[in-house]
């Protein structure tokens, strides 16, 4: 497994080497890391890894406690493989969480940046939408929007993505803001370099590493918003498991069979924890004002 | 001293800049006016505020949206002032360019300096992605980097100050601009490097015909440098005329402040020059026309007559002309002295 950690490292390209020693001091980013490497690892080979097919009932070996043979894990109240499941169910909880930021990025920064650098009419009104959306609670506006929408995993990413636009929004139109009057962006305009250059080329590498940061923040979150959506019903349909689902189903068997519920509650809080770690540790390697 | 041409490089005829804030109009350029002739360095000087970036903005058409320009620029003939923004830009970089002050944070940190001196030779003259690194290596060798051929591929950060701003100079004269605007581009260095930057420039002119604006408050720069000097106040000229005869025999009090405020360790040696002579006070932000002369407060030289009226740019000598209702070297104010 530790060849996974050093393969898989995320420091940009020539500065790296640097970065990867920096990032390597410090023992939370890297479990963070490695956490991290471990669930996308998991999601990628989950067909492979889990020993029976995730719908696969078993119905003489129902609610089996952990270790039971056959079970590492125990079995569902209609004699589904734990195991299977919640690797089975990484998929989907990874890729809402992940589709979700990814769409939130592809929205949001091109506008708070285009906000930020015109100013005039637009940045009044993107900042006050911003400011609307973002007074509703993350999740109240996550499940409102999904129930619009309609249960899938789908629309459970869009509804979660809307709901983290606005501090998408907020970053990269504050880091533009202050970008515009840099002399470096002066000097662009002054060589010739059209708007569409200037924004794109010479700004948005220098606004990557908050954005990052917020990213490794925005996908955990993200993935417990999958998993109550998940929970009450509103994101990916049964029989596909999910780790939201898997609680919801667990709810009522939580006295008879408490590891059905601790399972994927511990792989959601291991996940969210992995990108919390990890998200410390790049904003303080990524932090200019604290390089040396 | 430079050959008057048929048709000067740069002309900026009757600027005006103003603004429109919250708290009324601020008059920031009050009508200026100056030609620059092929391969001549002129200097704009004046305080901090006097109006000189924003006369370097206003030809460039960068104003912020707040500041209403009027007057003309005419590039070799052709009046830039109203142009659009998409016409401009492709003037900016190619037909004129600028320097500015902080050479730390003028470059990009994410990109090689190759790349930025490249991108300047790829937009404007659609050169490819090799012969863009290959004029840029030639360029560093033009501003005198040692190792050309490693340096480009280095970013801003392993560079020092005077280095950046010897990569600024490539890239704003990558194009072969007409007119170079350099704003204040030796304040931040210090004095060996600015000697360097200078005779950089210098080269540049020689070699490339590059007509320089050289804006700046250090007088030691214009000697060093400019043939001719402008010298502003309070967004009006005060006093203007070749280097040699401003600096040898200086007519507005302004000029003779700035002059005086200049430490002179030859005459300090002749015990005439005992402390730095001061302007007293700050250069007034005008919010209407004025109807004194702006220099006025400050002046030792006000008297009624320079209450009535802001004196208009008249001729003192051949080739000098000084805004001032009472002009004279600096004898007349020993004499005035005397007197009082």
């Given at each position: 497994?530790?060849?996974?950690s ?6 940009p ?25 471990v ?5 990628l080979l989950?067909?492979?890894l889990a020993?029976y097919?995730?719908?696969?009932s ?8 952990p270790?039971?043979?056959g ?5 569902d109240d209609?004699?589904?493989d ?10 989907a909880?990874l ?5 979700a930021?990814?769409?939130?990025v592809v ?13 005039g ?10 400011d609307?959306?973002?007074?509703f609670p ?6 409102g ?6 249960p ?7 509804a979660?993505?809307v709901?983290?636009v606005?501090?998408?929004?907020r970053i990269?139109?504050g ?7 840099t002399?470096?962006v ?8 059209p ?7 010479h700004?948005l590498?220098n606004i990557l590493?908050?954005?990052?940061v ?30 939201g ?5 667990a709810?009522?068997?939580v006295s008879q ?33 604290m390089?040396s | 001293?430079?050959q008057p041409m048929?048709?000067p490089r740069?002309e900026v005829?009757?600027l005006?800049?103003?603004?429109d804030t919250d708290e009324?109009?601020v ?16 200097a ?5 505020g ?9 030809i ?12 003309s620029v ?10 659009s923004q ?8 190619r ?10 944070t ?7 300096v190759g790349?930025?001196i ?5 937009r404007?003259?659609?050169l490819?992605?090799k012969?863009?690194r290959a004029?840029?290596i ?5 501003v005198?980097i ?20 010897r990569v ?9 601009p007409?007119v170079?605007?350099?704003?204040e ?7 060996t490097i ?5 005779d950089?420039m ?9 007509s320089?604006?050289?804006?700046t408050?250090d ?14 106040y309070?967004?009006?000229v005060a006093?203007?005329?070749t ?7 200086p007519?507005?009090?302004?000029t003779?402040g700035?002059?005086g ?8 040696l ?5 402390r730095?002579a ?5 250069v ?5 026309p004025?109807t004194e ?13 320079c ?10 000598a051949?080739g000098?002309r ?8 600096a004898?007349a104010?020993?004499k ?5």
């Open positions: 497994m530790t060849s996974i050093a393969t898989a490292t995320v420091a390209a020539r500065r790296g080497s640097r970065l990867r020693r920096r990032f390597a001091r410090r023992p939370t980013a890297v479990i963070g890391l490695f956490g991290v490497c669930v996308v690892v998991v999601a989950a067909p492979w020993p097919a995730p719908d696969a078993d119905y003489n070996a129902i609610l089996q406690p270790g039971s043979p079970h590492l894990l125990g079995t209609i004699g589904r734990l195991l299977s499941r919640l690797v089975v169910g990484t998929r909880s890729t809402a969480g992940v589709l930021t990814m769409l939130a929205v949001a920064v091109p506008l708070g940046m285009i906000a930020g650098y015109y100013r009419w637009i940045d009044p009104i993107v900042s006050r939408v911003t609307v959306v973002l007074s993350f999740l109240i506006l996550a499940v929007l999904a129930a619009i929408l309609g899938s995993l789908i629309n459970a990413a869009i979660l993505a709901s983290q606005p501090m998408f929004v990269a139109r880091e533009v803001l202050s970008l515009r009057e002399e470096y002066q000097a662009a305009v002054v060589n010739g370099a708007t569409r250059v200037i924004l794109f080329r700004m590498p590493n908050p954005l990052i917020q990213a490794t923040v925005a996908i955990p979150a993200a993935i417990i918003g999958a998993a109550v959506l998940s929970f009450l019903g509103l994101g990916v349909q049964p029989p596909t498991p999910a780790w689902t898997m609680l919801s189903d709810q009522q068997y069979a408490p590891w059905f519920a601790t399972f994927p509650g511990l792989a959601i809080a291991l996940t969210t924890l992995s990108f919390n770690l990890f998200g410390d540790g790049l904003r303080d390697v990524l932090d200019v004002r390089r | 001293m430079t048929n048709q740069l005829e009757d005006h800049v103003r603004f009324g109009s008059l920031a350029v009050n009508g200026v006016s100056f030609a620059l002739q092929a391969g001549e360095v002129l704009l000087v004046g305080e901090s006097c109006g000189k970036s924003m006369t370097a903005m206003a460039l058409g960068l104003l912020p949206p707040t500041a209403t320009p009027s007057g005419r590039l070799e003939g052709r009046d830039i002032s109203g142009l998409r016409e401009l830009r492709a003037i900016r970089g037909e004129i360019s600028m320097i500015f002050q902080e050479p730390m003028s470059l990009n940190p994410v990109f090689t790349h930025q490249g991108e300047v030779l790829r404007h003259e659609g490819g992605r012969e863009a004029r840029a030639e360029l560093l060798d033009l005198r040692p190792s050309a051929r490693t340096r480009v591929d280095e970013y801003p950060h392993q560079m020092s100050g005077g280095m950046r701003q600024m100079i490539a890239m704003a004269v990558a194009c072969n007409k170079l605007l350099a704003d581009p030796t304040t931040a260095l210090d004095v600015q000697a360097q930057i200078l950089i210098r080269d540049l002119r020689q070699e490339l015909g590059t320089i604006v050289m804006i408050h007088l030691g720069v214009v000697a060093d440098i400019a043939d001719r000097v402008v010298v502003m309070a967004g009006h006093e203007t005329g280097v040699d005869a401003v600096f040898a025999n007519q507005h009090p302004y003779l700035l002059l405020s200049v430490p002179r360790p030859d005459l300090v002749a015990d005439v020059q005992e730095l001061e302007i007293p006070g700050v007034p932000t005008l919010r209407q004025p002369c702006v220099f006025a407060p400050r002046c030792p030289r006000a008297d009624e007559s209450l009535t009226r802001m004196p208009e740019l008249t001729e003192t051949p000098q000084a805004a001032c209702v009472h002009p004279g070297p004898e104010e020993q005035e002295a005397v007197r009082v």
